[in-house]
């Protein structure tokens, strides 16, 4: 479709992240830009909707095998159910798209495009719960939301809408809701870490940085390539915030009265924006072959007097490969030389490319090369499928060793502000410091360098937290979970900012 | 979560067959009507929702084995592209819901919350395709969509909002997009047939009732047990019309430009509506196995001294069943005696119910009863998983051929007004007759009776005529596809309205 000098990648990602990052969604056919008078919005292209529906199935799976139904809910949310969670409406309302007029009438009531939809689930939720027996109730929606931010368009990572999945669960006690929370946040951590090739830290949002209205924001973290922080997605325990506001309770085994307590928790298409940036590089897109959608793509190279017998060979490789699952792709046209198809699949990110020439064909092999790094393996062909599909594992291996090596080698400590500032200023990435808790010191660190507190580790202490305060409702203990992500010792430690004793370990980190 | 005086549904399908559907909807635990302030609205719950996604995966996975690929377009369309092709902004604009203000800030120019997406998809595939080598090119997205009808909610009958899938092709000629919308029409009867149970008819929408700006529209029609047909889905071919307001043009291999055919399908909940009302009973819902969320239910049924051995059994069935892929549930409660379950399972439309007592447990036998009729049969132990499988296809074809004989006794012929008048009065269905083409036509039956014409078969003269207008796009006639449903001879017939010479074969019917 474009022409041979617009095909490849002309910007650096070490240099141009920005530019970069926009040049490989618009070159490998991943997104549009929405139509003029919608700035904002994006056109999902298929070979991006296909790396999401990868993202769907996955998360999908694990949601139903852990007990979560699906259901959908109304694209509207009446301004006054908005309204009757206070903290959700002060939060959302400067971002919320309005429908005043619907089928040539002013409606009486203004409707809110879902933001998010706590507020409509809820009155249904109370509606369903009646007895313990109802509980745990769970509920999930795939859908789109609307959220009108001001800010520069950044495809998959800022948009105006976009697509995500939102669940919304009730239990009887404040453990069961916590234990739901960790056990969302853990397969957010899974889809990642053991899909999408990604690395991730676990932790909690700061008290000012929580969902409006929850009790608790736990989120994974991802660093990009360019030292800044993606919240790749949140696990909110919600307390009896919302339960009180739209009345969700149940009757316990003793016939008395209760408030459930509830979780929501959602991943977007930020994924796909995380995906991109980590393994792409200045050839274009690369994808682990989880979710690629070929998976390994054949190239033949022929003369004239080969061609038969080469794409001969090529074929029965192509089927022998499509039969053993594997998403392969022969590129066999005729009007491209193999060295416009090598970069042209480099630039879709096709994970690992297949080589078949005259030699291959007459000494029954194939030349595999990895697309991250040009690693070269010739395969026998009797082995072909068990070879691929060992090159998958090396391929992904390889992605997420390099993405956690910049992960782990990012992760540095800073005891004083001015080195709090020097290091995120020099390096990037995250900085662990003590910190008394106070946003005022956060802000302090933002207006000055742009950082904030991405998180701070989610500690067995804090879990035990949960837990204590939860007296009445038969906690188990062995519903809490540790997070892998550590606090500094914060004895006698001090808030790098104001100098108070330090309560929490802040990571500090620039962010999407 | 109900009493049990609640449970059962208490209007009779065939005396108040709305109240009775309203209720089926409501206590099988498939909706729930919208908040206040959005009647028209509903809430999709989870024995629904599960059931869309059944529908979502027969039809999915049959486009993408016929070229389709998933996207996804925003969901809002400026005002002044839905205006570029007038037919749909005339067709549209009177159910539009609109965004004015977003972001606490007026728009300056208002957004339509899409109703259809044409008008934003086609500009894109306008972008999108160069030469003949970009086509075919076909696009699908599963979305919700908005029109504001004024008419009474009817849970996914008529809603405000409902769930769909809109696909959007272009071509290089009109035969190709001809075919493209033969395939996709016969894909949706496919998905009636052979996964709902429920026989359609095919065929094209007169002129008056096309999808603004189609050259034809084809659907698939179902007869509803009160005697109204239900338009399951419809595919249309657009000819030239979008390419030409939108500029999808492509260049031939002769180097000319030349204007593309596009086509759009769609099918939506509305399915679910079809399918919750052509089988259920006054039990409650009735579902094929094909979609049932539980294709079978087992209900133990003991005494306190036989209680372990009867329960060891009916696990171990159950397992079985599960291993071999089948949903299967065992309803093991404590606190609930069999005839409770018994109608419980029946009103939620678990197609087999197998009971297993002592005397079961004993004889190494299972008693299968069939949700439709009641009939039941002794299963052999050690041949559970064979047998229940020949069972779920002895009730999937029970319920079609059911519905088939209901649709077969229902299409008459009529050759006066008041043979048609009469017969739509008295029996309801399909009345099949003589008709000159002429709107006016079937505005008298309408303005008499409330009945239009649903469709017109799709004849082979109308195949042929398809093609032989065109000349110039190198027409195969092996793509042309026939209907099953056949048009009267019309031969010296005249139009049942105005006598004049009749050139269609028109099947009127009341409508949902």
Same mark, same amino acid.
């Given at each position: 479709?474009s ?18 990052? #926009?040049?490989?969604?618009q070159?490998?056919e ?11 919005f994006?056109v ?21 095998q852990? %007990? ?15 309204e ?15 429908? $005043?007029?619907? %089928?040539?009438?002013e ?6 495009v879902?933001p998010?939809?706590e ?39 800022r ?20 234990a ?12 990642? $870490? ?11 949002k ?5 969902f ?31 339960a ?6 149940y ?13 929501s928790w ?17 050839? %274009? ?6 979710? #690629?959608?070929?998976?390994? +793509? ?15 060979y090529?074929?029965d ?6 039969d #053993? ?61 068990e070879?691929v599909?060992?090159?998958f ?34 390096? %990037?990435?995250? +900085?662990?410091?003590p ?23 989610i ?16 906690v ?5 979970? $540790? ?8 004895t ?9 004793p ?5 990571y ?5």
């Amino acid at each position: 479709m474009s022409e041979d000098q617009d095909l490849g990648i002309t910007q650096s990602k070490i240099h141009n992240t920005g530019e970069w990052y #926009a040049e490989v969604v618009q070159k490998a056919e991943l997104a549009n830009y929405g139509p003029e008078g919608m700035s904002g919005f994006i056109v999902t292209r298929p070979r991006a909707y296909g790396l999401w529906e990868r993202v769907q199935s996955y998360l999908d799976t694990r949601f139903k095998q852990t %007990g979560v139904q699906n259901a959908y809910f109304p694209l509207f949310i009446p301004e006054g159910y908005l309204e009757r969670e206070k903290e959700i409406v002060e939060g959302f309302d400067p971002e919320v798209a309005w429908v $005043e007029q619907a %089928g040539r009438n002013e409606l009486e009531e203004r409707l809110a495009v879902r933001p998010t939809s706590e507020s409509i689930i809820a009155p249904y939720l109370s509606q369903w719960i009646r007895s313990y027996r109802d509980l745990p109730l769970r509920v999930n929606q795939w859908t789109s939301v609307v959220r009108w931010e001001a800010t520069e368009t950044k495809p998959f990572f800022r948009t105006k809408e976009f697509l995500w999945q939102e669940g919304h669960t009730a239990h009887a006690t404040r453990a069961d809701a916590w234990a739901e929370t960790m056990l969302r946040l853990n397969q957010y951590e899974s889809t990642y $870490e053991d899909l999408l090739a990604i690395p991730v830290l676990q932790g909690a949002k700061p008290e000012h940085d929580k969902f409006p209205g929850a009790d608790t924001t736990t989120t994974v973290e991802a660093l990009m390539p360019d030292g800044k922080s993606v919240q790749g997605a949140t696990s909110h325990y919600l307390g009896t915030e919302f339960a009180d506001a739209f009345d969700i309770t149940y009757t316990d085994t003793d016939e008395t009265s209760r408030v459930a307590h509830t979780t929501s928790w959602g991943l977007s298409w930020r994924a796909l924006g995380a995906l991109i940036m980590t393994h792409s590089d200045n050839q %274009g897109l690369v994808l682990p072959p989880t979710v #690629a959608p070929e998976q390994v +793509v054949i190239v033949p190279i022929w003369q004239t007097e080969t061609k038969e017998r080469v794409l001969e060979y090529a074929e029965d490789v192509a089927n022998n490969l499509d039969d #053993a699952g594997i998403r392969v792709e022969l590129d066999d046209r005729d009007d491209q030389n193999p060295g416009f198809k090598f970069n042209e699949w480099e630039l879709k990110g096709v994970p690992l490319r297949a080589e078949i020439g005259p030699d291959e064909a007459t000494e029954g092999t194939v030349t595999l090369i990895h697309r991250p790094d040009g690693e070269s393996i010739t395969a026998e062909r009797s082995e072909i499928v068990e070879t691929v599909q060992e090159q998958f594992d090396a391929v992904y291996a390889k992605l997420y060793a390099a993405a956690e090596e910049t992960l782990n080698s990012n992760i540095r400590i800073a005891e004083t502000r001015s080195e709090l500032l020097g290091t995120i200023g020099q390096h %990037g990435g995250y +900085v662990k410091t003590p910190w008394c808790g106070d946003e005022g010191c956060e802000t302090a660190i933002k207006d000055e360098i742009a950082a904030e507190i991405v998180m701070v580790p989610i500690s067995s202490d804090e879990d035990d937290e949960q837990d204590t305060t939860d007296e009445n409702m038969g906690v188990n203990n062995d519903t809490t979970v $540790e997070s892998n992500e550590k606090s500094l010792d914060l004895t006698d430690s001090t808030c790098v900012v104001c100098d108070n004793p330090a309560f929490k370990t802040a990571y500090f980190a620039k962010s999407y």
